[in-house]
């Protein structure tokens, strides 16, 4: 306990981040493993279950109890939950049919995007260098997808739409963080899932139209069938996942500058390279180690730029 109070809150927020990433990280590898024989909103609605639970069992007994669940801002928080489901559901659709890496790589097109939603939507000002920056990442994510070539995957759009969804989500985020905990929107981001992942069962979970040759369609049309008790470590596993990863992951930004969490989100990549290898045994060619640097070199100079830019002692106006 002495060593721990000894950690200064920097460490202490680069700690939970790290563990988030990996957190986040298993919860891909085993959602595309399971994507081959169960329904995407059943395996999403089961993770979200266990998820709740942890949250309500484990999470808020040590914050701030029941007090979760009460919030002036339903309304944002409906909205984000959406954000966010719509960000997961596209993300795996894509993972069903794509390597790990490649859809990971894409999806990380998104603090690119959630700068220009800052631009649109925030009234905020980015300046030539970043500006280039999100030119960068998108000819990365080009480069990734290859459209007009054989190589071109329709899947491909979908991480790219998620992450769309995801900058929305923290472009909310930054209006209601403020106020709101990070356990409460954790909570009411899973009591969405669940609320949608229902009706789509209701509306498709018997399977009328599973009969799909495409894996992407087949994962999000399959009829709900009871897991295996071989996959049941598998479930337990994403649900604890997900409710520490993302409550780590909130608390960071929430202690800590963006800028010192940030770059720990990109272990991600790196680590869906190896996942694929080892897991899926799925090895990038050389097109694609091109546009992962230039996703991440853009991410991450958008990400230092913006440090450069908060620091009193190196601010410079219109510089963004």
Not at 84 to 108: H, K, P, Q, S, Y
Request: charged share 10%; hydrophobic share 60%; with cysteine.
């Amino acid at each position: 306990m002495n060593r721990l109070s000894n950690i200064s809150p920097t460490t202490l927020c680069a700690l939970c981040a790290a563990i988030s990433v990996i957190f986040l990280s298993i919860n891909d590898v085993a959602i595309k493993f399971l994507s081959g024989g169960y329904a995407l909103h059943q395996v999403v609605l089961i993770r979200s279950v266990i998820g709740l639970i942890v949250i309500v069992a484990l999470i808020a007994p040590f914050t701030s109890g029941w007090a979760i669940a009460r919030t002036k801002r339903l309304p944002m928080h409906l909205l984000r939950g959406l954000c966010v489901v719509f960000a997961n559901m596209m993300f795996f659709l894509g993972l069903a049919a794509m390597e790990l890496a490649e859809a990971v790589a894409i999806f990380f097109i998104s603090p690119l995007i959630i700068t220009l939603f800052s631009v649109i939507f925030l009234g905020e000002t980015v300046g030539p260098r970043r500006w280039a920056a999100i030119a960068v990442g998108f000819v990365g994510v080009l480069i990734m997808m290859r459209p007009g070539t054989q190589a071109f995957q329709p899947a491909s759009l979908f991480p790219l739409a998620a992450a769309f969804f995801y900058a929305g989500l923290h472009t909310m985020t930054r209006r209601i963080g403020g106020t709101e905990s990070a356990v409460t929107m954790a909570f009411y981001i899973q009591i969405v899932f669940i609320v949608v992942c229902l009706l789509m069962g209701l509306v498709v979970g018997d399977g009328r139209f599973g009969d799909q040759s495409d894996p992407s369609l087949a994962f999000l049309l399959r009829a709900w069938s009871w897991p295996v008790p071989a996959d049941y470590p598998i479930f337990v596993l994403i649900g604890v996942g997900i409710a520490f990863g993302g409550f780590l992951i909130s608390q960071a930004y929430r202690v800590a500058e963006a800028s010192l969490v940030a770059p720990f989100e990109y272990l991600a990549l790196p680590m869906s390279v190896v996942w694929g290898m080892l897991v899926f045994n799925e090895f990038p060619v050389v097109l694609d180690y091109l546009g992962m640097a230039l996703i991440l070199g853009a991410g991450l100079f958008s990400v230092w730029r913006e440090r450069v830019l908060d620091s009193p002692a190196l601010q410079r106006p219109l510089r963004r």
